[in-house]
């Protein structure tokens, strides 16, 4: 059995009391090589950083293996919206109005629908993206009402600083008062402490790929 299936499995022994839990093998840095494995194996959430890097991996993928779900987890740029399609089926970074627009013009273009995360930035940090908690409410209903996203959950990526856990309580308090049904949190360091929160995503890479040169 491959390495990827391997870890695989040693992760979903760890969340068997987590059913809600998917797993997205995020495979940013790896190539088809690697990711094939699982597919064969019948896994079909994965997820990229960058939408550039994807393109070379998953259009022929995509072709050759029926119902992926690719998710763009990554900083979105909005000159890099028009790419997402075809191949992506989730956007787990949507960070501002500006770019709410632009996947609402694109979708309408391309004739699909996204399934949309709502990143914030739960520690304020000038380094990370995400819309921040006193705007997270304007961003969500204008992304709704105004341009008529499927917004299905929030994400985060919670600060080195304090606990893992009390950064995902707070994201899923969020969730509820958004009435949003899907959690994006948890990767590899913390995604047991994500899954016993609540996540319904967890983005897990080296965990299953091993380490990134």
Partial sequence: MH???NNLENIKTKLVNYQKAKIIAVSKTFSAENIVPLLEYGHRHFGENKVQEALLK???LKERYKNINLHMIGKLQTNKVKFLFPNFDY???LDSI?????ISNEEL????KLKIFIQVNLGSENQKNGVSISELPTL???SINKFDLNIIGLMCIPPKDGSASDYFKELKNLNKQHNLNELSMGMSQDYLDAANVGATYLRIGSEIFGSRS
């Fill in 98 to 102: 500006k770019l709410a627009e632009k």
């Fill in 58 to 60: 998953w259009p022929d």
């Fill in 109 to 112: 273009k391309n004739k699909k």
């Fill in 3 to 5: 390495n990827t299936i």
């Fill in 140 to 142: 969500y209903e204008q």
């Fill in 91 to 93: 956007v787990h970074s």
